[in-house]
């Protein structure tokens, strides 16, 4: 994972995570995380709503579905609007990236289980 003085920015990296957790810059969050680039981690309401907005707004958006490639049925149409679906582990790393890179960025993640 990326170094929290890595990224300059209004979000910090996900500095690391594991079995339901990920930490953002020094800030453990434990369970499923929502972030964006400007607004850092924001609180999850409607995980469909969320992605059809971000959708609209973000250049990346992703969903990290836990510890393999699983997309939610409720999801399944947006793949062809441009989100995209992979492990979360996969999904935090390019997240990171995206943030290195100054692009606009939306997550949703499920933290793996091992």
């Given at each position: ?20 957790f990920f930490v953002v810059g020094r ?31 973000y250049e990346v958006v992703l969903v ?25 582990d996969a999904a935090a790393r390019t ?20």
């Open positions: 994972m990326l170094q929290e003085d890595q990224i300059t920015g209004e979000c910090p990296p996900i500095t690391a995570y594991g079995p339901g800030d453990r969050l434990d369970g499923p995380v929502a972030i964006t680039s400007d607004a850092g981690p924001v609180p999850i309401t409607n995980a469909v709503a969320m992605v059809e907005d971000w959708l609209s707004r990290g579905s836990g510890d393999v490639r699983l997309v939610d049925d409720a999801l399944k149409d947006f793949l062809e609007e441009g989100l995209e679906v992979m492990a979360s997240f990171n990236v995206c943030l290195a890179e100054k692009r606009k960025v939306a997550a949703l993640l499920q933290p793996p289980t091992v």
